[in-house]
């Protein structure tokens, strides 16, 4: 199969094309590359591939785009995302597959396997539903009570949550601050979907606002309200896994 993959991580890609030529050789040959929607739908014109490898957040974009746009119905697609979340079963439909970065190699294979046998039916039927599943959303708002009101917030708003035993209080783009009776876990939950990350006990950021990070013990990171978080060193690892396919 000729594949092509679309990825704005160059360590990602190079990481899944080396994968390829050592596991999947003689299935899978890589055609080409793209680090952006416009350009991996130029690829799928220019190359004919028979198989994309697909990354779900891509820069501001996301893979959808690209699926909505396609102009094969016979494409096969894999996603490859660092969150699960992006995964779940709305993915695994008939001839379609995730794999979790960072990729292991048995998963590569079991995928390019699947995919290998997958049949034109079955391939048009994902895409149908992925074009519906995916098609544009209105920013994600949650409610939050105070002790006055309940205010309605664009996730995209929230920078920042800090934990302060059975309240939480929330950091928002426009220097507001708001404290809610309500577990910094319940905001993780709620939150997670949305590219938020607990990097502490008392902490729960907002990947996007990250400007920096500074490597130590656990180490902390920079968010754009200049405020300096510490990164707990339990969760170091599964931080930087998530923070290097930003």
């Known amino acids: ?15 899944l ?10 299935d899978v040959s890589v055609s080409g590359v793209a680090t952006d929607i416009a350009a991996g739908i130029e690829l799928v014109k220019s190359h004919r591939p028979d198989l994309v490898f697909l990354d779900v957040q891509i820069g501001r974009d996301n893979g959808f785009e690209f699926i909505r746009a396609l102009p094969e119905e016979n494409l096969k697609i894999v996603f490859t995302t660092a969150f699960e979340k992006y995964a779940v079963d709305a993915f695994k439909v008939n001839a379609v597959d995730y794999l979790l970065k960072p990729i292991d190699p048995d ?13 034109s039916d079955a391939l048009r039927n994902f895409q149908q539903i992925v074009r519906e599943f995916g098609r544009p959303q209105t920013p994600h708002r949650i409610a939050v009570s105070t ?34 009776s309500k577990t910094l876990k319940e905001f993780e939950q709620q939150l997670s979907p949305y590219n938020f990350f607990r990097i502490h006990n008392s902490h729960l950021i907002n990947l996007k606002y990250v400007t920096k990070y500074v490597k130590g013990k656990g180490g ?7 405020s300096y978080i510490e990164v707990s060193s339990r969760r170091k690892d599964d931080f930087l896994k998530v923070l290097a396919c930003q």
Not at 17 to 26: A, N, P, T
Request: with cysteine.
């Open 147 to 180: 002790a006055t009101e309940m205010l309605f917030i664009d996730v995209d708003d929230i920078i920042r949550c800090k934990s302060d035993i059975n309240y939480t209080t929330l950091f928002l783009r426009n220097q507001k601050t708001i404290v809610v």
């Open 107 to 119: 998963d590569l294979c079991r995928t390019v396997s699947k995919l290998r046998n997958a049949n």
């Open 17 to 26: 094309s080396r994968l390829i030529d050592e596991y999947c050789k003689d």
């Open 220 to 226: 902390y990171v920079q968010l754009q309200d200049s």
């Open 1 to 15: 199969m000729r594949a092509i993959i679309i990825d704005d991580e160059e360590h990602c890609i190079s990481r």
